[in-house]
């Protein structure tokens, strides 16, 4: 990986967990809270989405579509281990 590679993987991450954390509200965890969240929720929907059947298309859209069902999914566990 290339520097642009590492930036533009930031940017998506970054992207995907601020959207996660309108989506579930109170979700928030800071500019590098939601990065991380962002990151990790990419593995997550690599890993969920093929084995499903859902292909949301490639480029970054597609990316950002995927990591932010990912990060949402992420948060809600968060969430849920939270309160327990």
Known sequence: MDAMSIIVFLIIGAIAGWLASVIVRGGGYGL??????????AFIAGLI?????VSLGGG????IL??????VILLLILRAVKRA
Do not use: E, K, N, S
Request: glycine content about 28%; proline content about 4%; cysteine-free.
């Open 60 to 63: 970054v859209i597609g990316a």
């Open 49 to 53: 989405l093929p084995r499903i059947g």
């Open 66 to 71: 995927g990591a932010t069902f990912g990060a």
């Open 32 to 41: 590098i809270g939601d990065i991380i969240v962002g990151i990790i929720g």
